[in-house]
Each structure stands twice: as structure tokens, then as C-alpha cells.
T-cell receptor, first 115, second 114 residues
Framework: DTGVSQDPRHKITKRGQNVTFRCDPISEHNRLYWYRQTLGQGPEFLTYFQNEAQLEKSRLLSDRFSAERPKGSFSTLEIQRTEQGDSAMYLCASSPRDPLALSRYFGPGTRLTVL | GESVGLHLPTLSVQEGDNSIINCAYS??????FIWYKQESGKGPQFIIDIRSNMDKRQGQRVTVLLNKTVKHLSLQIAATQPGDSAVYFC?????????????FGKGTMLLVSP
């Protein structure tokens, strides 16, 4: 399967703990996006990378959230001192180098539950 | 801020019927639109897209219509099948944002009965 992959698929943690999620984009896709989705809502944009550069961050991305893409391939999203309100599906997406290829291809998501 | 929204939260149809899912957008600068299908526990799956220089685009069993005058988007699914049951989202983006931000609506759940 050459699609976007995410790990883990599910994470249950206690409030106050740190969690880290990983995303592996489609090979050769240079753009990578993180989204958050709560039940019954559409995905909300969090942040965007072009290669290793983080070019945009949403206001939703508080100081407790940090994302990296050190080598321009996989990316990690870390949430520090988790809160119950962080419970959501965290989606990663990627898109090709072609500037005319605008669609995002999404991974299966990581479901986070904060107790 | 401006956003994309959907009129109908749930649409129930019989297998074989044609389905129409509607979406209203408010950002007049939006010039690229995508429909996604999301099944339970999965990430959104690309269905079809359309640019603002087009009014209609057809895929396999799906057609997207764009009415820029009233800022309305629709997804038509022909001969709906039980496997089409899912939540459908429209999403929009604009060149003036560098196409970096894709804004999603809240979704419409399509239920197909055999």
C-alpha cells in the first residue's frame, strides 16, 4: 500500500501526558498537512509543511502542539500535557510537488482519547 | 471567518436511486473545490474536484456541479449503492491563500438502503 500511513491508529492517554503521532506521506509528495477532526465535524487545518519547512500554522495549534518534518519525509505531531479537549482524530494528508495538484490524500488517522 | 457549509446533515436513499448532496460556500475567493467521502474510522477519500473555471465535471458515477453566482456546489451520485454510505464533505481553497488551507464543511451522511 503506497498511501499515507499513520501510527498509531489509536492512542488512549491520561490527562497531562505527552503523546506523539507519526505520519508517512505518499512517496515523493513534498507537501504534508495535519488536520484535527472531532465527531460530526469536518477536518480542521492545523499545520502545513513543504519539504522540511513548516510554512503555516493554524490558531488552533496551541503552544502545547508541535510538529516536525526533519528530513522532508515523515512528520511527527506531539501534544504536550494533553487535555480532554484534545480528544479527536488527527489526520495527516500529503500532496504532490506539482503546484497544480491541489488535492490532499489523507491517511487513516490517529484516534486520540484523553481520559 | 468564512466557511463552507452543508444544507442536509443526513440523506437517506434507496439503492439504485440517484443522490444529490449540496454544499454552500461563502468565500467568494475560493476557486478550487473538492468532494471527499469518509467512511467510519477512515480518513477522507478524494472523490472528485472542480476548479472555478468549470461549471460541471464528471467522474465515474459522480458529477460535481458548481454555481459560482450563488456559491453553491453539489455532488450527484448515480445509481447509489450501499457501499456509497458514508459522510460526504465538500472542501474549498483559494489561490490567494496559496492553496495551503483547505476548509471543510460539516458533512452530510448518506445512508443507502438495499
Amino acid at each position: 500500500d503506497t498511501g499515507v500511513s499513520q501510527d498509531p491508529r489509536h492512542k488512549i492517554t491520561k490527562r497531562g501526558q505527552n503523546v506523539t503521532f507519526r505520519c508517512d506521506p505518499i512517496s515523493e509528495h513534498n507537501r504534508l498537512y495535519w488536520y484535527r477532526q472531532t465527531l460530526g465535524q469536518g477536518p480542521e487545518f492545523l499545520t502545513y509543511f513543504q519539504n522540511e519547512a513548516q510554512l503555516e500554522k493554524s490558531r488552533l495549534l496551541s503552544d502545547r502542539f508541535s510538529a516536525e518534518r526533519p528530513k522532508g519525509s515523515f512528520s511527527t505531531l506531539e501534544i504536550q500535557r494533553t487535555e480532554q479537549g484534545d480528544s479527536a482524530m488527527y489526520l495527516c494528508a500529503s500532496s504532490p510537488r506539482d503546484p497544480l495538484a491541489l488535492s490532499r490524500y489523507f491517511g487513516p488517522g490517529t484516534r486520540l482519547t484523553v481520559l | 471567518g468564512e466557511s463552507v457549509g452543508l444544507h442536509l446533515p443526513t440523506l437517506s436513499v434507496q439503492e439504485g436511486d440517484n443522490s444529490i448532496i449540496n454544499c454552500a460556500y461563502s468565500n467568494s475567493a475560493s476557486d478550487y473545490f473538492i468532494w471527499y467521502k469518509q467512511e467510519s474510522g477512515k480518513g477522507p477519500q478524494f472523490i472528485i474536484d472542480i476548479r472555478s473555471n468549470m461549471d460541471k465535471r464528471q467522474g465515474q458515477r459522480v458529477t460535481v456541479l458548481l454555481n459560482k453566482t450563488v456559491k453553491h456546489l453539489s455532488l450527484q451520485i448515480a445509481a447509489t449503492q450501499p457501499g456509497d454510505s458514508a459522510v460526504y464533505f465538500c472542501a474549498e481553497t483559494a489561490e490567494n491563500s496559496g492553496y495551503s488551507t483547505l476548509t471543510f464543511g460539516k458533512g452530510t451522511m448518506l445512508l443507502v438502503s438495499p
